[in-house]
Structure formats: C-alpha cells, structure tokens
C-alpha cells in the first residue's frame, strides 16, 4: 500500500518478488501544489530469515508533475 501524507494513493501487489518492478501512480488531487509531502510505502508481509525482517528494495522514488 502507498499513502501519501496519509491518503491512499494506491493498494498494489508483486507477485514476483525476485524480478524489477514500476508502479506509476497518480497524485491525490487533495495534494495539488504542496510544497512536501510524506510517503509511506507498506509492506505485508515481510519475509522473515534468522531473526531478520525484509521488505523492499528500492532504486529510485520520484514524484513527477
């Protein structure tokens, strides 16, 4: 799940989670012409080896207008 400033942008899946993968998402219109805003990426469930917790990977984040 994506929230942005705490509006659900977008509930999405991967399904391959060994493979490269792009969402492209639009902007909540509430969030038109803020100067910042907060992302929070969930992930559900987390993968779990030796103790540890993993998610996700990322390379790159990018708000674009």
């Known amino acids: 799940m994506v929230l942005v400033d705490g509006v659900v942008a977008a509930d999405t899946r991967?399904?391959?989670?060994?493979?490269?993968?792009?969402?492209?998402?639009?902007?909540?219109?509430?969030?038109?012409?803020?100067?910042?805003?907060?992302?929070?990426?969930?992930?559900?469930?987390?993968d779990r080896k030796d103790g540890q917790e993993y998610g996700l990977v990322f390379g790159k984040i990018a708000i674009r207008p």
């Open 14 to 46: 991967i399904y391959d989670p060994e493979t490269a993968f792009r969402r492209l998402l639009p902007m909540p219109d509430v969030l038109a012409g803020k100067k910042m805003v907060d992302i929070e990426i969930r992930v559900d469930p987390v």
